[in-house]
């Protein structure tokens, strides 16, 4: 590990919890999933945007979760946390993921950075609400890129 990368570190640590810390230096699903069953592209309205991907498996279960964002190292801890609590529900179930579950879950998270959990509730939702209208309408799949 170089001296950069020590004190980016400490300075982190300084300010998240070690949970948060870990999620942003080695973030969980930082990936987009081919063939999802549900996808979002979502903007916050301070200018940060993220990406969700979701992929089901049979039972309607979320089996493969992915995401992007150009957002601050709080929002690529979010993302990741949101798309480890959504892995393993019904997508029914996972529309009760908010912000304040993510925030929770990332361990005394600073709440000037609430709006980035808030980001993250809003773009898993989107994805969640999308799996449903394809579940509904699947040639709807056919048309995104
Ligand atoms: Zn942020």
């Not at 798309?83 to 993510?102: C, F, N, P, Q």
């Amino acid at each position: 590990m170089t001296d950069n990368e020590k004190s980016l570190i400490e300075k982190l640590r300084a300010v998240y919890s070690e949970t948060t810390t870990e999620h942003i230096l080695c973030p969980h699903n930082d990936r987009a999933v081919p063939e999802s069953d549900g996808y979002s592209c979502f903007k916050s309205s301070c200018g940060e945007t993220m990406k969700i991907w979701l992929k089901l498996d049979s039972d309607r279960v979320i089996r493969h979760t992915g995401f992007w964002t150009n957002g601050c190292a709080a929002t690529i801890a979010c993302g990741s946390m949101a798309t480890e609590l959504a892995k393993g529900s019904l997508v029914t179930d996972a529309l009760s993921i908010d912000a304040r579950a993510i925030a929770d879950a990332l361990v005394d998270f600073p709440e000037g950075n609430f709006h980035c959990a808030g980001l993250a509730e809003q773009a898993l939702r989107t994805a969640l609400i999308n799996c449903l209208e394809i579940s509904r309408e699947p040639w709807k799949k056919m048309y995104r890129k």
